[in-house]
């Protein structure tokens, strides 16, 4: 778990963690991944209210947050990342990041999202 995932989690942070982390593509930028999400959890999130989440297999994460009644959403916050960040091609070293802490149940996730460069460069389509 990154320093900043440890942070974000406190009081949580000190277990065993679930971490989930994909390559989103958009429908308008057919074959690019447009955004790399992470997200992270303590186990005990997994647990009861929250055991759908380590079951999400392929289907996107979104289809629980917005839709869990047990699900509270944090605030928003954005980072803009410098190249050091990243070990990756420039050209697919994310610039723009934010993430979200959600409570469910009472308990923490963290929902990290890092805009590719192709988001910018040719725009995305709804």
Do not use: D
């Not at 997994?46 to 605030?75: D, I, K, M, S, Y």
Request: hydrophobic share 45%; aromatic share 8%; charged share 20%.
């Amino acid at each position: 778990m990154l320093r900043s995932e440890r942070t974000g989690l406190m009081p949580f942070s000190s277990g065993p963690v679930w971490v989930r982390e994909v390559l989103l593509e958009s429908a308008g930028i057919a074959g690019m991944p447009v955004l790399a999400a992470r997200t992270v959890a303590p186990v005990a999130t997994l647990e009861g209210v929250g055991a759908g989440f380590a079951r999400l297999g392929n289907r996107p994460l979104g289809e629980l947050l917005f839709t869990h009644p047990a699900v509270v959403r944090g605030e928003i916050q954005w980072t803009r990342l410098s190249r050091r960040h990243w070990r990756l091609k420039e050209s697919v070293c994310p610039r723009w990041g934010r993430r979200t802490l959600y409570e469910v149940g009472g308990l923490p996730l963290l929902v990290n999202e890092f805009f590719l460069p192709v988001v910018f460069e040719r725009g995305m389509e709804a």
